[in-house]
Structure formats: structure tokens, C-alpha cells
């Protein structure tokens, strides 16, 4: 009973992670490109022109989404490789020996 227990745990938080990041991401993509195009036209989507402050407002929302995607994206590189580099170049990343 207690490896079921202990197994069902572990799995709850494969798929929490697999939640995150499966979906997570993408969808921190898609706020991304939604600001993104608040920032170029008005935000009611017509001619009207939007003020100067809640484009950059917008803007800066679609970069900030973007970083953080590219953040994740490289990180989970480096968590794949972590063992190639520690072993080739020396570089101990998230705790390899």
C-alpha cells in the first residue's frame, strides 16, 4: 500500500509538471503574441490609434512573456546536456557530479 501511495504521488507531480509546461508554456506564448499585436494597433483592433503609453505598456507584457519562455526553453536545454557538460567541459549545472 505504501509503494501505491508513494507512486500516485510521484505521479501527481509528473503531471502538474507536464500541466506547466505542456500547456503553460504555450499559452504564456500566446499572451505574448496578444500583446504583441495590442502594441501595434489600437486596442479595440480598429484605425483608432491607442495611446503611446498602453502600446509600450502592451509591448513590454510581450516581451516579458517571450523572455520567459525563452528562459524555460534554454534552461531545459541545459537540464538534457547538464551531463555532457559536466563530463566534457566542466560545467556543473542543477547539481551533476
Known sequence: MHALLTDL?????????????????PAIFAVGIR???LARV?????TDVAPL???RAAAAVAVLCY?????VVIAG???????????RLG????GQE
Not at 67 to 71: K, P, T
Not at 77 to 87: G, I, M, N, T, Y
Open 77 to 87: 536545454v541545459l537540464f538534457v546536456a547538464k551531463a555532457f557538460l559536466a563530463s
Open 53 to 55: 503609453s498602453r502600446r
Open 9 to 25: 504521488r510521484e505521479l501527481w507531480r509528473v503531471t502538474l509538471a507536464a500541466l506547466i509546461f505542456g500547456a503553460g508554456l
Open 35 to 37: 500583446f504583441q499585436s
Open 91 to 94: 560545467i556543473h549545472l542543477f
Open 67 to 71: 523572455a520567459i519562455v525563452l528562459a
Open 42 to 46: 489600437g486596442v479595440t483592433g480598429t
